[in-house]
């Protein structure tokens, strides 16, 4: 389980971002997707469900709009 404290927002619903818990910086999925490091100042971001759902959920949404059509 995660220690650390997770921010999530969505300004103005131009897609969900994550508040690094060490430096404030303001990361987005792909920033997380293959590193699990924040980009800016090299904090680790601890992996747990609601990373895992951060990063997966922008593929997942386009692959279902994908086989919708």
Request: with cysteine; aromatic share 10%; proline share 9%.
């Amino acid at each position: 389980m995660s220690s650390q404290k997770l921010i999530f927002d969505n300004p103005e619903n131009t897609g969900v971002r994550l508040k690094c818990p060490h430096c404030g910086e303001y990361l987005y999925p792909a920033d997380l997707e293959t590193f699990s490091h924040c980009c800016y100042c090299n904090g680790k971001i601890e992996p747990c469900p609601e990373i895992e759902d951060f990063v997966i959920a922008p593929l997942a949404r386009q692959w279902a709009e994908r086989n919708n059509n």
